[in-house]
């Protein structure tokens, strides 16, 4: 098992910044690969940024690239998402999630939500125009 905890979430305006956190505890966090995603209210879950459990690869949706940076701590067994430029359409609830990628090479990593095996309880991101 792996207890994810996100954190960091809030209100801010367009064009702010906000860090997300999510502390994992259980398992060897190293084994997997973390990816953020997040949801709409009225709209499906989908992948915003992932980082493989070698820390090297990391991967973005497109709408979100060259704004938000994925990063993993180890000693921490934290991984962060830094968002910069905040937009209105980036509101949303916000999910950091684990997945077992031993059997795979290290930089790999998976964008489908049911690929994951852990999830946290999210975290509420709201951006006001």
């Known amino acids: 098992q792996v207890q994810l905890v996100e954190s960091g979430g809030g209100l801010v305006q367009a064009g702010g910044s906000l860090r997300l956190s999510c502390a994992a505890s259980?398992?060897?966090?190293?084994?997997?690969?973390v990816g953020w995603f997040r949801q709409a209210p009225g709209k499906e879950r989908e992948f915003a940024a992932a980082?493989?459990?070698?820390?090297?690869?990391?991967y973005y949706a497109d709408s979100v690239k060259g704004r938000f940076t994925i990063s993993r701590d180890s000693a921490k067994n934290t991984v962060y998402l830094q968002m910069i430029s905040l937009k209105p359409e980036d509101t949303a609830v916000y999910y950091c999630?684990?997945?077992?990628?031993?059997?795979?090479?290290?930089?790999?990593?998976?964008?489908?939500?049911?690929?994951?095996?852990?999830w946290g309880q999210g975290t509420q991101v709201t951006v006001s125009s």
């Open positions: 980082i493989s459990r070698n820390g090297f690869a990391l």
């Open positions: 999630a684990a997945d077992d990628t031993t059997a795979y090479s290290g930089n790999f990593y998976r964008p489908n939500p049911s690929a994951y095996d852990y």
């Open positions: 259980g398992r060897t966090f190293s084994n997997y690969a």
